[in-house]
């Protein structure tokens, strides 16, 4: 079955960095677009950036451009956000995402705090 399974989250100082993971299993990687949300409680979910599958384009909430960067190794079935100056308004649940078959798939989420 499809997993997608999350880490790399923790407390970070403003400024600081993280890179969060997504290792997907059960479906062929390399031929799905994969997407990183958030959520902060109260709020709806939210697309923070996204990776095609064979042409690599990218896609950023605007707020999160220049910061941060989303990567995918095909060959580890693994997509990767690269968080840069990180604000305290990136606090929140981040989510891995695909589509296969028509069917959603999240992951359980890998929380990121910025605090000082």
Same mark, same amino acid.
Do not use: H
């Given at each position: 079955?499809?997993?997608?399974?999350?880490?790399?989250?923790?407390?970070?100082?403003?400024?600081?960095?993280?890179?969060?993971?997504?290792?997907? =299993?059960?479906?062929?990687? =390399?031929?799905?677009?994969?997407?990183?949300?958030?959520?902060?409680?109260?709020?709806?979910?939210?697309?923070?950036?996204?990776? #095609?599958?064979?042409? #690599?384009?990218?896609?950023?909430?605007?707020?999160?451009?220049? %910061?941060?960067?989303?990567? %995918?190794?095909?060959?580890?079935?693994?997509?990767?956000?690269?968080?840069?100056?990180?604000?305290?308004?990136?606090?929140?649940?981040?989510?891995?995402?695909?589509?296969?078959?028509?069917?959603?798939?999240?992951?359980?989420?890998?929380?990121?705090?910025?605090?000082?």
């Amino acid at each position: 079955q499809v997993q997608l399974v999350e880490s790399g989250g923790g407390l970070v100082q403003p400024g600081g960095s993280l890179r969060l993971s997504c290792v997907a =299993s059960g479906f062929i990687f =390399s031929s799905k677009s994969m997407n990183w949300y958030r959520q902060v409680p109260g709020k709806e979910r939210e697309l923070v950036a996204q990776i #095609d599958s064979f042409s #690599d384009r990218t896609n950023y909430l605007d707020s999160v451009k220049g %910061r941060f960067t989303i990567s %995918r190794d095909n060959a580890k079935n693994t997509v990767y956000l690269q968080m840069n100056s990180l604000k305290p308004e990136d606090t929140a649940v981040y989510y891995c995402y695909t589509q296969v078959s028509l069917y959603e798939y999240w992951g359980q989420g890998t929380q990121v705090i910025v605090s000082s």
